[in-house]
């Protein structure tokens, strides 16, 4: 026999998230409990607002109807909805086993404003350093300097960064004048720089410093092929769609010698504990992106390890069904 549930949640934001200019006070989401005989298995569908392009209203009709035809004995295909479709693949795959249970929790930590935070996270984080700094924020000058000091302070430190198309090529020119040459390399890639691809591929040629695409993988007209230049995708399943479609996205890379990074989109603890999951098991050699839990002040249902937000569990959810 099939049951199935669906929960809405929302969970307060640290006071300091902003996303594409938008403070962001909520997280809100759904979550699909399906269960069959003795298995069972979850899903996060939480669209990201100023990501995703569905609404959580939207997510919430796809997930229904495709949960009602599902509890009734059919085998509905995933809805068209990327969070929607990820969320119940998730769910799927949980319940026939194929989702493997050991996770990557290394998460690269993210900083959006003061590296001295860096230091204490990095200190802390056994083997590979890897860290992610947000740019763009500031005067590029500012973030150029920030990026030379944390790598001239800590040697054995590789840096992401992501500049969310912030910059005109002058300014991303201003911000790479303060990067010494020697370190250019310990720039892993930089997301997105210019608000063309155009101009972040002619800033990684001038610069030397490579560059990953994260929002133009969205885009109707991005394709994957090998550029000077480019050495890494960011794939964040939810704004993505189903778990097939993120298996097919990260072999392309691959195929291509790209490092694809398994990324979150803000998702709860129940949904970055799968993204673990999934990084170990598509992306065994590449530490996740997966530093966004402490931008919320709960967990839901799910613990990430060693993680000291209070936990909110099944019985504190709303049921919708
Ligand atoms: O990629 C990571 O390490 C963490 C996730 C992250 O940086 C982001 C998640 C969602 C929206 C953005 O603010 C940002 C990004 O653009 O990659
Ligand atoms: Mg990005």
Same mark, same amino acid.
């Given at each position: 026999?099939?049951?199935?549930? %669906?929960?809405?949640?929302?969970?307060?934001?640290?006071?300091? %998230?902003?996303?594409?200019?938008?403070r962001l006070k909520t997280r809100d989401g759904l979550f699909v409990h399906l269960q069959q005989g003795e298995k069972q298995g979850w899903g996060e569908v939480s669209p990201l607002p100023g990501f995703s392009l569905e609404s959580l209203d939207d997510a919430q009709a796809a997930l229904l109807s495709w949960v009602n035809a599902w509890r009734d004995g059919a085998s509905p295909v995933l809805p068209d909805v990327p969070s929607a479709a990820f969320g119940i693949s998730c769910a799927l795959t949980e319940l026939d086993g194929t989702l493997p249970e050991a996770a990557d929790y290394r998460a690269a930590p993210l900083c959006s404003g003061d590296p001295d935070e860096l230091f204490a996270a990095l200190a802390a984080m056994p083997g590979e350093k890897v860290a992610k700094v947000k740019v763009g924020l500031y005067e590029a000058v500012r973030d150029g300097m920030v990026v030379n000091l944390l790598l001239e302070a800590i040697p054995d430190l590789r840096l992401r960064l992501d500049a969310n198309r912030a910059w005109t090529p002058l300014k991303a020119q201003q911000f790479a004048k303060y990067v010494n040459p020697v370190y250019r390399d310990r720039i892993a890639f930089m997301e997105e720089p210019c608000k063309t691809r155009d101009d972040?591929?002619?800033?990684?040629?001038?610069?030397?410093?490579?560059i990953a695409w994260d929002e133009s993988l969205r885009e109707a007209d991005f394709e994957f092929i090998a550029e000077p230049g480019v050495s890494a995708v960011v794939i964040k399943p939810t704004l993505t769609g189903s778990l097939d479609k993120v298996r097919e996205q990260v072999a392309a890379a691959h195929a291509l010698g790209l490092t694809a990074v398994i990324s979150s989109s803000i998702e709860s603890s129940l949904g970055l504990t799968q993204l673990a999951r999934i990084a170990a098991w598509l992306t065994p050699n590449t530490i996740p992106g997966l530093d966004t839990l402490n931008l919320m002040q709960a967990q839901l249902v799910r613990r990430w390890p060693d993680?000291?937000?209070?936990?909110?569990?099944?019985?504190?959810?709303?049921?919708?069904?």
């Open positions: 026999m099939r049951r199935a549930q %669906v929960y809405r949640w929302q969970i307060p934001m640290d006071a300091g %998230v902003v996303l594409r200019e938008r972040s591929r002619a800033f990684a040629q001038e610069t030397g410093i490579a993680n000291t937000l209070p936990l909110v569990d099944v019985e504190g959810l709303e049921p919708l069904l």
